[in-house]
């Protein structure tokens, strides 16, 4: 991955950082890895905190790299949350923490339940792995509603080390967002009672932690990050078929035409979600919507 840097910027973003966290704000800031990511925060510290989000509306985290204005709001940061698992973080990691050495790294990954390669299931004539992250550990816990307590439970412990004087206000507002993640939890499982299949197809396989803690099957169909073969879209058509799915899965930022090939030779219906929707709770919910075939035409 290229790695564009300006010397004159990092020189300047570099002397700041020594002086101590920089910000234009008159709230303390953090800073999240992902979208998603921000959901806990302000679910825990209310307004506390001003969250600035790396990762923009619509990009790819295996390939996306910073611009220097998003490298710059980092030098105001006390703490980073990040996934762990993502491609920029591995990529970047190190010059996020040159620009602010004083920043906190949170990894919320702590604790989580993680699904590695080789204890993934595999596809059709296990020839493609069913998840398909090739680079390691599936970076995608954070869509499942059970891992989601653990996220929680690790930004609750960083919030209230950055702000040891409003514990009990961080504590009381955790076990309000440990309700909402059971309520999520709740409507899940509510949906999956209604579904023909336990399987579904989806380009880019980012729920195999649902699939797991649910019961599903997740099949995807990128081979290694490019569109499948004529063989494997007619592999993948027949298999649709066999499973008897009723979903394919697709997210706005890949392209969606094979996807929209298997849909119209299988009568399957092909939902558009957004993994990194800041709205936690309103994405898990439309996904095991779309599982149970409650989407609006």
Known sequence: MKKVFFPVLFLLLFTAACKGPVTTHSKRVVTVSIPPFSYFIEAIADSDFVVNVMLPPGADHHSWEPLPRQIMALAGSEAFFVDGYLGFENAWLGRFKEVNPTMKISNLSDGISLIEPDIEQKGIGDEHDIHGHDEGVDPHYWLSPKEATVIAANVNSILKALNPSQSKRYDLNYSRLLEKIAFVDSVVRSNLKEISSPAFMIFHPALTYIARDYGLE????????KMPSPARMKELVDFTREKG???IFVQAEYDIKSAGVIASETGTKLVVINPMNPEW????????????GKTKD
């Open 218 to 225: 997740q099949i995807s169909f990128e081979d290694e990050g």
């Open 281 to 292: 709770d309103k994405c898990v919910i439309e996904i095991s919507n779309a599982l149970a």
């Open 245 to 247: 799915m009723k979903i």
